[in-house]
């Protein structure tokens, strides 16, 4: 397995991953990605941004947004603490392949990021996830990431905050 920037030629794939996980948080009642977002403008902002990674194995298996820009959503919690106020990588839209779901494909991109981090001299990375994703949130807290509270994001939703200082 390894990673790569996403290219113009592998937005369908990248598509089809949201369609899985958007179909996956509507079996399990999770309301995230129930709408329009992430769409291929996502996708697109994303790669011109150069932050959209995909994981490849023979195929591309999942993807992620790893971006070094300051989240706005991050900076006004509703409740909690980050653990500091360094600079951070902050993990977005990560989406796996159903078949390939607890694989370590998770765990994978968590390492991958922290490295791209350390490539950057950057030694926190945040990251967010909805309430109810028992799964994403199991995969947060085995990568050694520390809840710190709630945020609010854009569409005014409550998301889990976490992260990882290294």
């Not at 990605?33 to 194995?57: A, F, H, L, M, R």
Request: glycine content about 6%; hydrophobic content about 40%.
């Amino acid at each position: 397995m390894k990673i790569r920037k996403t290219k113009i030629e592998d937005i369908e794939k990248v598509l089809d991953l949201f369609n899985m996980a958007r179909f996956y948080f509507k079996e399990n009642n999770i309301n995230q990605w129930q709408g329009e977002y992430p769409n291929e403008i996502d996708i697109i902002e994303d790669i011109n941004s150069g932050i959209s990674y995909v994981v490849v194995d023979d195929d591309i298996v999942a993807t992620f947004v790893l971006s070094f820009e300051k989240d706005v959503n991050y900076d006004v919690l509703v409740e909690g603490k980050w653990l500091n106020e360094n600079p951070y990588g902050v993990l977005h839209r990560i989406a796996v392949k159903d078949n390939l779901k607890g694989k370590g494909i998770g765990s994978f991109i968590f390492n991958e990021s922290k490295n791209i981090c350390l490539e950057n001299n950057v030694f926190d990375i945040r990251v967010d996830t909805h309430d109810d994703n028992e799964s994403m949130k199991k995969l947060i807290l085995k990568n050694n990431f520390v809840y710190c509270g709630i945020t609010t994001v854009q569409d005014g939703s409550l998301r889990n905050i976490y992260q990882l200082s290294f």
